[in-house]
T-cell receptor, first 117, second 113 residues
Framework: DADVTQTPRNRITKTGKRIMLECSQT?????MYWYRQDPGLGLRLIYY???????NKGEISDGYSVSRQAQAKFSLSLESAIPNQTALYFC????????????????FGAGSRLTVL | AQSVTQLGSHVSVSEGALVLLRCNYS??????LFWYVQYPNQGLQLLLK??????LVKGINGFEAEFKKSETSFHLTKPSAHMSDAAEYFC???????????FGAGTRLFVKA
């Protein structure tokens, strides 16, 4: 099984619908992130969480919300989807411990492609 | 705030030729610099990472990058391109506190036979 699993992998929905993207990890990492990828813009941070009780907005949080249900689970919700939220969404995790070679390295899921019509 | 600029959204090389992908970061030296690679229909994976110490960093698949503080650059190179190197490459830095990763816009590498 993948270290970081995202569901669904693909979703087509209509404007105004509520959508939830789910992420679970087996890395044991404390930090989890949601990024959005758009062509020519790279990845932009939507939300990040350092533990279950710590949720922070990233640079493009408007229109999105998140829930950290457990250390291993971090879901992203679009309360009322709009077409410009059509994008590829990535969940990622990282380990905050120490300064070793693995610290601050992001482990990504395979992505969730969302299309809003 | 930290920012990352990747020069060239597309780079095309012939198989066996040198690969050079350019990355510049904003003036304050970030705690960490990275290159990630994204193959089609996959998430990003780490190629290499620079923290402190030796400025030439070796990564996977024969790639390496050199940190040049005077030029605020962290360019990625590979001496001889292989068809399997065709992918999108992202330069990234952490913010000053080290808890957020900021990505460049990406460079798509094409390798011609």
């Amino acid at each position: 099984d993948a270290d970081v699993t995202q569901t669904p992998r693909n979703r087509i929905t209509k404007t105004g619908k509520r959508i939830m993207l789910e992420c679970s990890q087996t890395k044991g990492h404390d930090r989890m992130y949601w990024y959005r990828q758009d062509p020519g813009l790279g990845l932009r941070l939507i939300y990040y969480s350092f533990d279950v009780k710590d949720i922070n907005k990233g640079e493009i949080s408007d229109g999105y919300s998140v829930s950290r249900q457990a250390q291993a689970k971090f879901s992203l919700s679009l309360e009322s989807a709009i077409p410009n939220q059509t994008a590829l969404y990535f969940c990622a995790t990282s380990d905050s411990l120490g300064q070793g070679p693995g610290s601050n390295v992001l482990t990504f899921g395979a992505g969730s492609r969302l299309t809003v019509l | 705030a930290q920012s990352v600029t990747q020069l060239g959204s597309h780079v095309s090389v012939s198989e066996g030729a040198l690969v050079l992908l350019r990355c510049n970061y904003s003036s304050s030296v970030p705690p960490y610099l990275f290159w990630y690679v994204q193959y089609p229909n996959q998430g990003l994976q780490l190629l290499l990472k620079y923290t402190t110490g030796a400025t030439l960093v070796k990564g996977i698949n024969g790639f390496e990058a050199e940190f040049k503080k005077s030029e605020t650059s962290f360019h990625l190179t590979k001496p001889s391109a292989h068809m399997s190197d065709a992918a999108e490459y992202f330069c990234a830095v952490t913010n000053t506190g080290g808890f957020k990763t900021i990505f460049g816009a990406g460079t798509r590498l094409f390798v011609k036979a």
